[in-house]
């Protein structure tokens, strides 16, 4: 069981470009989310999804932010036109069920430097 | 609005002793109540959770206390180790629904050989 995997670890981009980070979650769970952590802060939710269906992006910024789960394959965090403020940490997390705290589990992040 | 805090960003203890983290909660329909270890360049480990029908529960070394009437949130690691050094983050989810944690700032606890 490999656990929740994300790639790339690490992310350079330069202002304007976009990033796609990529997040697989753990063998039998639909469930995935997505969550961005500023240096010296906490988790902050973006975004939840089931295969094909986008279920909450209360957490996400309105522009050029997108997230996607396919049928096949894994989920994708797009960010388009980078800037700055966009340098964080990013995790992903998932669950075989939306309702419990058990099998919760967080990937290992991608760390998004805009240059 | 609403949020969950910490009260100290960084706890600096001896290896052998017990260490306490504290956290303060306002969203007083919270249901679930959790503790997330983070190691530098790691995602959030799962440590142990509470309900909040429950004033205490017990893991392995650690054990979390809930005060409902004040809000307060704390992790007692006994016989802290190096290995526990890392950023602790309480985090809270209301009852029904999706589960997706709130998290706070974190604590960062320091353990010294």
């Known amino acids: 069981n490999a656990g929740v995997m994300q790639n790339p670890r690490h992310l350079v981009r330069r202002r304007g470009q976009e990033a796609r980070l990529r997040c697989s979650p753990m063998?039998?769970?639909?469930?995935v989310y997505w969550y961005r952590q500023l240096p010296e802060e906490g988790l902050k939710f973006m975004v939840y999804?089931?295969?094909?269906?986008?279920?909450?992006e209360s957490g996400m910024p309105k522009e050029r932010f997108s997230a996607e789960f396919p049928k096949e394959g894994p989920s994708i965090l797009r960010i388009q036109q980078v800037v700055r403020g966009d340098s964080a940490a990013y995790f992903c997390?998932?669950?075989?069920?939306?309702?419990?705290?058990?099998?919760?589990?967080f990937g290992s992040g991608t760390r998004l430097t805009v240059v | 609005g609403e949020s969950v805090g910490l009260h100290l960003p960084t706890l600096s203890v001896q290896e052998g002793d017990n260490s306490i983290i504290n956290c303060a909660y306002s969203?007083?329909?919270?249901?679930?109540f959790i503790w997330y270890k983070q190691e530098s360049g790691k995602g959030p480990q799962f440590i142990i959770d509470?309900?909040?029908?429950?004033d205490k529960r017990q893991g392995q070394r650690v054990t979390v206390l809930l005060n409902k009437t004040v809000k307060h949130l704390s992790l007692q690691i006994a016989a802290t180790q190096p290995g526990d050094s890392a950023v602790y983050f309480c985090?809270?989810?209301?009852?029904?629904?999706?589960?997706?944690?709130?998290f706070g700032r974190g604590t960062s606890l320091i353990v010294h050989p």
């Open positions: 063998k039998g769970h639909s469930h």
């Open positions: 985090a809270e989810a209301p009852s029904g629904g999706s589960y997706i944690p709130t």
């Open positions: 997390a998932s669950s075989p069920s939306g309702y419990k705290v058990d099998g919760y589990t």
């Open positions: 999804l089931q295969k094909e269906n986008i279920i909450d």
């Open positions: 509470i309900r909040s029908n429950m």
């Open positions: 969203n007083s329909a919270s249901d679930y």
